[in-house]
């Protein structure tokens, strides 16, 4: 069966939700779910799974949260071949650097050697109905992706 790993950071608990809903998309598409936060698990975990995913928001003006910067840099060195991954996210669009560190772990993913399976999701703040209907597409390319 196809194990997707999803490893997230959220403050306020809307990218935790954010994470929560791209894992029941999964399910419903019967793939194996394994979701951690970021502090619990290590980069080398995506080593096990054959679909990588990160859902973090964006801290002020563009920064990478605290608690995901050691995940970031582990990520980086590992050796992702053959591994589909996706990265979504929220953000404020009040900051210039809207949803920046989604596009930092987009970049982090590649310089491991993973294959994109899905365009980024940016959710601004908390999810909305188009936003899960966005989700579960996210979700639905990269198990396609993945087979």
Request: net charge negative; proline share 1%; charged share 30%.
């Amino acid at each position: 069966m196809t194990l997707a790993k999803i490893v997230y950071a959220s403050m306020t608990g809307n990218t935790e939700e954010i994470a929560d809903i791209v894992s029941e998309a999964f399910e419903n598409l019967n793939v194996e779910v394994e979701i951690d936060e970021c502090t619990q698990v290590d980069a080398e975990d995506f080593e096990a799974a054959d679909i990588c995913i990160v859902a973090t928001y964006t801290y002020g003006e563009g920064d990478l949260p605290d608690e995901i910067v050691d995940f970031y840099d582990e990520l980086q060195e590992l050796d992702l071949s053959g591994k589909i991954y996706g990265v979504c996210g929220s953000g404020d669009t009040f900051y210039e650097q809207y949803c920046k560190s989604v596009d930092d772990f987009d970049s982090a993913f590649a310089k491991a050697g993973a294959s994109k399976g899905a365009e980024n999701v940016k959710v601004e703040m908390a999810a909305e109905e188009e936003d899960i209907e966005n989700l579960e597409a996210f979700a639905k390319k990269l198990v396609d992706a993945a087979s």
